[in-house]
């Protein structure tokens, strides 16, 4: 059995079954299975994960009786099998049936002969296979073609117009650019630049921060001395556009209220200059140990970590605080070019009940900033039911702040995850008493 195709399938197996995050198990696999090309693994993962629903509708199109009852393994397997035929030009039609075949004698016992079978059908059939027709129901033909759940479709049509949606819904299919944050307290991104092309990379300079790389090409980014020594971390350039937009300074005492996995706490502390104080909390203890262990591999010492639930505020922080970040737990539409399965979230009554959190969030989070202080919002999502109207709401009861900047990051128009940042400003002492 090919040890390619056998990672890919723990992998889908993973995602599906436990609902384990793609990129956590992706990692994790390829490094147990040490299949002998990572590459093709992560290729044949992620686009069966991004065109899980255009491929079931395959699937239905192509099983004599549909394939609403079939089991979870032979549904991944005729996914790979489909994909294979359908987007890999590399892999000849026998192989990806002939391999496909042989997973099902592993997993699939007593079904291969069912999985050649309809492999073959969709081979002779696959042209006659039509997508739902557009002009009676564009939701689901966006939603069948691209692989989202009907109500992302219809939440993105609700804001944008067809072929802008249409972009957008594309480009979360889209692999997107590996980038590192050059760690300005040993290096600068200069420097940085050329250390990565001296070890093979090819990288160009980001186009919203300074201190960002874009790894074009290149290979064990985070298995290298340069990475062991601190010298850069991996972010998205969105994500590191929230640090810039907060501006600390050397000597701020800084609060980043949902701080795990802590890449903007480390980003932050490194435009402090190391020279200050930065509070870094979360809900989960379990999570501010990677907090620590990144401090440590970048040699920040000046980012303070504890447990704390958000939503409540800390007595002892009140009014403490140049700057405050609340980076908010959100639906996370932004990221699906990095994390499809978020494609498939069903709307369920706890996403519906996300900005009334949200909200609650920021409103004890804004009591840490001084008078004169910034208080930072953002989310890694597209929904205005989760930004705007979040910072909107937030203002109007809390007419001390007011509404700097905000900005829209859009993976088809910036190249991006998709990020939402407000900056807001609370009013020096003298402005809120009025005298």
């Known amino acids: 059995m090919d040890a390619n195709r056998k990672t890919a399938y723990f992998v889908l197996a993973d995602v599906e079954s436990k609902k384990s995050y793609s990129n956590l198990a992706l990692n994790h696999h390829i490094i147990c299975g040490k299949p002998g090309s990572p590459a093709f693994v992560r290729e044949l993962v992620y686009g069966v994960l991004e065109n899980k629903m255009l491929l079931d509708y395959m699937i239905d199109r192509t099983v004599p009786d549909g394939g609403a009852k079939l089991k979870t393994s032979d549904r991944i397997v005729l996914r790979m099998g489909i994909y294979q035929l359908e987007h890999m030009k590399s892999v000849p039609e026998y192989a990806a049936v002939n391999e496909s075949v042989e997973l099902a004698k592993r997993f699939c016992r007593g079904r291969e002969g069912f999985i050649n079978a309809n492999l073959r059908a969709f081979i002779k059939g696959k042209y006659a296979i039509s997508l739902p027709d557009r002009s009676e129901d564009e939701v689901r033909y966006l939603s069948v073609k691209y692989s989202y759940e009907p109500w ?4 993105w049509l609700g804001q944008y117009n ?5 972009e957008l819904l594309k480009a979360g299919n889209a692999a997107p650019d590996l980038v590192v944050r050059a760690n300005s307290l040993k290096t600068t991104s200069e420097d940085m630049i050329q250390s990565l092309e001296a070890n093979g990379c090819v990288v160009e300079k980001g186009t919203l921060c300074d201190d960002a790389i874009h790894v074009k090409k290149g290979s064990a980014i985070i298995d290298n001395k340069l990475y062991k020594r601190g010298m850069y971390s991996i972010q998205d350039e969105a994500s590191m556009f929230v640090a810039a937009m907060l501006d600390p300074k050397p000597g701020d005492t800084v609060m980043d209220v949902c701080a795990a996995p802590g890449g903007k706490s480390m980003a932050i502390a490194e435009r402090m200059g190391n ?9 989960y203890i379990r999570k501010l140990g990677l907090i620590n262990k990144e401090a440590a591999r970048l040699g920040i010492s000046i ?7 958000a939503t409540r505020v800390d007595s002892e922080m009140v009014e403490k605080a140049d700057k405050v970040l609340v980076d908010a737990p959100c639906t996370g539409l932004g990221t699906i070019r990095r994390k499809p ?3 498939y979230k069903k709307r369920t009554a706890d996403i519906d009940s996300l900005p009334t959190k949200q909200l609650q969030i920021l409103s004890a989070s804004s009591k ?8 930072i919002y953002s989310t890694c999502t597209i929904n205005p039911n989760e930004n705007q109207k979040v910072t909107g709401e937030f203002i109007k009861r809390n007419p001390s702040f007011a509404k700097e900047e905000a900005i829209q990051l859009m993976p088809n128009v910036n190249g991006t995850d998709g990020f939402f940042i407000c900056k807001m400003r609370r009013a020096e002492a003298l402005a809120r008493t009025g005298l």
């Open 152 to 155: 992302i479709v219809e939440l």
């Open 275 to 283: 020279d200050g104080r930065v509070v870094a909390s979360d809900v």
């Open 162 to 166: 067809a072929d802008f949606t249409e």
């Open 303 to 309: 980012v303070e970590t504890r447990t704390w639930d």
């Open 341 to 343: 399965e978020i494609k």
């Open 368 to 375: 840490y900033v001084k008078p004169g202080g910034t208080l």
